[in-house]
Nanobody
C-alpha cells in the first residue's frame, strides 16, 4: 500500500504560480511512475502530467504544456507540479497518483494504482 498526500493548493490570481507537492509513504517510491490529474465537479478526472520512475521522461496534457512542470525527488519521496501562468480554467481539485509501471506514460486514470485525497486550486480573474 502507498499513501499519497498532496499539499500546496490555494487561491491565486490569473497569471500567477503555485507549486503542488505530493509526499509518498509506504512503498518504494522510486519504483513507481507518478502522475497529476485534476477534476472539476460534473466532469471526468483529467490527465495533467506524468513522470517516469527516474524523472527522465515526462508527458503533459496539451492544455498545460509550456506552463506546468512535473518533477520528482526520489530521496524525499516527493513529486511536484510547478504551475505557472495559471488560467481560470486551471481551477480544479488536483490529485497525485502512482502507477506500478515504472516506465509507463499512459494518460488514463485507470492505469494508476494509488491516489491522494486531492488539493484544491482556485484561479481568480
Amino acid at each position: 500500500q502507498m499513501q499519497l498526500v498532496e499539499s500546496g493548493g490555494g487561491l491565486v490570481q490569473a497569471g500567477g504560480s503555485l507549486r503542488l507537492s505530493c509526499a509518498a509513504s509506504g512503498r518504494a517510491f522510486s519504483s513507481y511512475r507518478m502522475g497529476w490529474f485534476r477534476q472539476v465537479p460534473g466532469r471526468e478526472r483529467e490527465f495533467v502530467a506524468t513522470i517516469t520512475w527516474s524523472g527522465g521522461t515526462t508527458r503533459y496534457a496539451d492544455s498545460v504544456k509550456g506552463r506546468f512542470t512535473i518533477s520528482r525527488d526520489n530521496a524525499k519521496n516527493t513529486v511536484y507540479l510547478q504551475m505557472n501562468s495559471l488560467k481560470r480554467e486551471d481551477t480544479a481539485v488536483y490529485y497525485c497518483a502512482a502507477d506500478r509501471e515504472m516506465y509507463g506514460l499512459g494518460t488514463s486514470a485507470t492505469l494508476f494504482d494509488y491516489w491522494g485525497q486531492g488539493t484544491q486550486v482556485t484561479v481568480s480573474s
